[in-house]
């Protein structure tokens, strides 16, 4: 589904990725760890068009995408939900979901309101509430949701569970475990112990470079790899 070969990105003189590569197949959840400003939002934006790579190549559904347009790579099947959530304050949690509606792929089961509602119990509750009135934990179940009303074909999560509170963490990685039966997850999470809990592999990065990769039980029993790059 997702295949990044060699990518390096510089901000300004900054050299921030230095020949990343990986690949995100059907039906898995695939995270990208590492500590804070390692890279993890970096290559989550490049994917998405944000900072498009000097060199290297993204390619979607057998398709280059590297330097597109983020318009282009949305429409095209790609759902991103920043770090920052970036959800509408003033707009209803039923408004949110309704300006990023677009029409089913071929063969897809559409992201109904019924369908999202039932995925995400505690928005439907919410529906009726402004955005700017939900909790930390709300904001992202809605910028997750207004993400799949967008009918996609990959999701990225970039740190989707940073700054929630533990029993909130937990019910989200069982609805992001979830998703991946309807499409694949690349998660970059600086919660190694959340983000393995629920992907099947993972990619490690430190510095712009990829340190390791392997399953997540690999990752998980590797003392060496967490205690050098994830601090754990």
């Known amino acids: 589904m997702l295949k990044i070969d060699d990518i390096h990105v510089y901000y300004g003189d900054s050299y921030v990725l230095q020949g990343v590569s990986l690949t995100v197949n059907e039906g898995e959840i695939v995270a990208l760890l590492g500590r804070n400003g390692a890279g993890k939002t970096t290559t989550m934006r490049s994917i998405a068009g944000y900072n498009p790579p000097a060199r290297g190549t993204i390619i979607f559904k057998d398709k280059i995408i590297s330097g597109r347009p983020v318009y282009a790579n949305i429409r095209a099947g790609i759902g991103f939900v920043p770090e920052e959530r970036q959800i509408f304050p003033n707009l209803t949690v039923n408004e949110n979901i309704e300006v990023a509606i677009r029409p089913p792929r071929s063969g897809q089961e559409p992201w109904t309101y ?89 990619y490690v990065i430190d510095k712009g470079i990829i340190r390791h990769q392997g399953s997540s039980c690999d990752i998980s029993s590797n003392e060496e790899v967490q205690s050098r790059y994830l601090a754990v």
């Open 114 to 202: 019924d369908r999202i509602y039932s995925t995400f119990p505690l928005l439907a509750k919410l529906r009726r509430h402004l955005g700017g009135e939900l909790s930390g934990g709300e904001q992202q179940m809605l910028a997750i949701a207004r993400s799949l009303a967008g009918n996609p074909q990959l999701l990225l999560l970039d740190e989707p569970c940073e700054g929630l509170a533990p029993v909130i963490v937990e019910s989200l990685g069982t609805i992001i475990f979830n998703l991946k039966n309807s499409m694949p997850i690349l998660m970059a999470e600086q919660n190694a112990h959340f983000a393995l809990k629920i992907a099947d592999r993972a």
